[in-house]
């Protein structure tokens, strides 16, 4: 997938002068081994880190072999000034982690005190303000930190992304939906940069892509994307215009960002002046890693590209938006299993989820949109949406956002799709998530987010939640078990 970090990791072991730096070495070494038997990739850091001219060293190096996440690895006590010198001078994310002792026969000449050390590491940490991931048990074998190696990289490969990206918009915050104009300081705090645009410049850049010789191919494309859903193809060209039009821009516009998103105007007067939806080309940039949001919803395009960092896999950006009827519920009881019925919502849009998410969906019009623009006529600047049934299977629903007061918070859930016919318009599926009633209640409406969710396609809960603590975001909901309160639930039911 474009457009999202290329992780390159790298292990770096580190010894206290007083232990034997053979034991170090020898740790490093087997959890490397056990990272390889796991396919994770891991650059292999021979020089062991016992000093500050060590840190110095292994420092250059790592920008040498242009590393960007970096595993620093107690294999015995290890200094704790050169380690988090290393932690605070490296560029990228960092994770700590520590050597279990191997065997009750050998804790004389073999024991490395690991446990102790990575308490006086974490101080230290504390002491340079360095944000360090530390998994939830961080001392292992060399089977477990390998496996905690391998949740690192989502995490790594999320925050990496954070730093390089760049969020592109067009056109002004629309009025009706005052949820998607909150303040965008917090994401300049996240290394995050911002460049708004109007509509007309996006107009303009369209019509500067009118007969490129791209076209042709993008359209073409599309064509075979769709297959039998290939509803409208005399729109195609005005369709693959638009897309290339984002992408010249995209290249043309980067500068110093790595990675760029967009946050898009895409209705009223989109329609009126362009002959067409977006939501298909929006569907088809996010395939490439690069979502492209609804109506100028900023914080909705970064936490769609966060869930596309965890997962490797296309992301959309849904209305958390109905209620299942009971009728429908109590039919698909078999499919529902152990959901209750407020348990479960349907998450919709227009139609901008990627094809690979969805059960095989079609060029449609925009139904709503139709009956103000276009009623009593055959639909025609209305059309352009790619419509069905999202795929059931695991998801985790997710958002980043500001609050008035520029304070971040978010939420996370697990859940999945269930196989339900939702029997309406759009891209949409009924969507199951565990006490979802009572998450709705007291996380998203105490918390006043608004309507939009991200969707990861995965269960990805786990390594959002590590990147939200890496960014210092101070407030995140989770949905709690049934017996477990909320602070503003009312305890007397």
């Known amino acids: 997938m474009k457009n999202i970090p290329e992780t390159r990791m790298a292990i770096v072991a580190v010894s206290r002068d007083c232990f034997p730096k053979a034991l170090s070495i020898g740790r490093r070494e087997a959890v490397v081994k056990q990272c390889a038997e796991k396919s994770i990739e891991i650059i292999e850091i021979e020089r062991v880190i016992e000093n500050e001219l060590d840190a110095t060293a292994v420092l250059k190096e790592l920008q040498e072999k242009k590393v960007n996440s970096l595993v620093l690895y107690l294999g015995n006590f290890g200094p704790e000034g050169p380690t988090t010198i290393v932690a605070q001078q490296f560029e990228g994310p960092v994770m700590l982690v520590a050597a279990a002792e191997e065997s009750g026969d050998n ?148 500068g110093a960002s790595q990675y760029g998103i967009f946050a898009n105007k895409c209705w009223p007067s989109f329609e009126k002046f362009f002959g067409f939806t977006p939501c298909y080309v929006n569907a088809r940039l996010a395939g490439q890693g690069i979502p492209v949001s609804c109506e100028v919803d900023i914080y909705g395009a970064v936490s769609e590209y966060m869930a596309t960092c965890a997962t490797e896999k296309p992301a959309t950006l849904l209305d958390i938006n109905n209620t299942v009827p009971q009728d429908m519920f109590e039919k698909n009881a078999t499919v529902a299993k152990e959901y209750t019925l407020t348990d479960l919502f349907m998450g919709f849009h227009c139609g901008n989820t990627n094809s690979a998410c969805m059960k095989g969906g079609a060029l449609k019009y925009q139904l709503i ?125």
């Open 107 to 254: 804790l004389i000449g073999g024991r490395g005190d690991a446990y102790c050390g990575m308490l006086n590491a974490s101080y230290n940490c504390g002491l340079r303000k360095v944000k360090a991931y530390i998994p939830e048990y961080p001392v292992g074998t060399p089977v477990e930190v390998a496996s905690m190696i391998g949740d690192f990289c989502p995490i790594a490969r999320t925050i990496n992304g954070l730093k390089g990206l760049k969020v592109f918009t067009f056109g002004p915050r629309p009025q009706d939906f005052l949820a998607c104009n909150a303040p965008i300081k917090p994401l300049f705090d996240l290394g995050i940069e911002v460049m708004e645009n109007s509509e007309l410049d996006l107009y303009d850049i369209y019509k500067s892509a009118e007969g490129a010789p791209e076209i042709t191919g993008i359209a073409q494309s599309m064509a075979e994307e769709l297959g039998k859903g290939n509803t409208y193809p005399d729109l195609l060209n005005k369709l693959a215009q638009f897309e290339l039009a984002l992408l010249r821009f995209f290249q043309e516009n980067i």
């Open 369 to 493: 949109m139709h009956r103000l623009m276009e009623p009593g006529k055959d639909p025609d600047i209305t059309r352009g949406t790619y419509e069905g049934v999202i795929k059931d299977g695991p998801i985790t629903l997710f958002r980043l956002q500001s609050t008035a007061d520029t304070q971040l918070r978010s939420y996370l859930a697990e859940g999945e799709v269930l196989n339900i016919d939702p029997k309406s318009f759009g891209s949409i599926g009924v969507f199951a998530i565990k006490e979802m009633g009572r998450f709705y209640r007291h996380v998203l409406i105490e918390g006043k987010f608004p309507h939009h969710a991200a969707i990861a396609f995965g269960h990805a809960a786990k390594s959002l939640f590590e990147s939200l603590k890496l960014c210092d975001v101070p407030w995140i909901g989770v949905n709690q078990p049934k017996n477990t309160l909320y602070k503003t639930e009312n305890p007397f039911g």
